[in-house]
């Protein structure tokens, strides 16, 4: 089904914003509930409020890491295990065995993909993914699983407009006493 009387540019922008839209609905519900109302029902408002202020956090910080579409490749992040389908080159690396995830950011855009994904694993593999792959969204998913992944750094680099690197989680070294 085709909603013919919204701009693609429109519906691209409302699609990547759904999940603070949706928080930002239940906001709008909740207060609508709770006004006026006493007892169970302020209670059960003042509760949608909250729960609608938390789904729009994450929507927010989803929209924010969310990149432009239409890059090179496709990412399949699958039971521990990231993998990228590229045109040229592609590979997969295994969660379990990551030492350092970073991302390259480069002064090329926003005419370019300017924003690629850099997971090294133990014994030197590294792959390299565009942030514009499709499926590039569920690198912020696949985070999750790494503790201590700075979700901040994430954010950063997509709004980076200068060549550096941003590291998002490194392995700790255990020391042997």
Known sequence: ????????????????????????AVILLG?????????????????????????AWEGLRR?????????AGVVEVDERQVTYFGPEAGGSVSLDALVRVTILTTD???????????FEEEGGATLMIPAAAAGAEQLFDALAVLP???YQAVLTAMGSAVRERHLV?????RRLH
């Open 31 to 55: 207060i609508w509930w709770a006004k006026g109302a006493f007892g169970f029902h302020l209670w059960l408002g003042i509760g949608m409020i909250v729960l609608g202020g938390v789904i």
């Open 169 to 173: 989680w490194e392995k700790e070294h």
């Open 148 to 150: 201590g992944a700075n």
């Open 108 to 118: 090329d855009g926003p005419v370019q993909d300017d924003v690629h994904w850099i």
């Open 63 to 71: 929209a924010r890491f969310r990149p432009g579409s239409g890059g």
């Open 1 to 24: 089904m085709s909603i013919g009387f919204i701009r693609p540019e429109l519906r691209e922008q409302l699609f990547r914003w759904r999940e603070a839209l949706v928080g930002l």
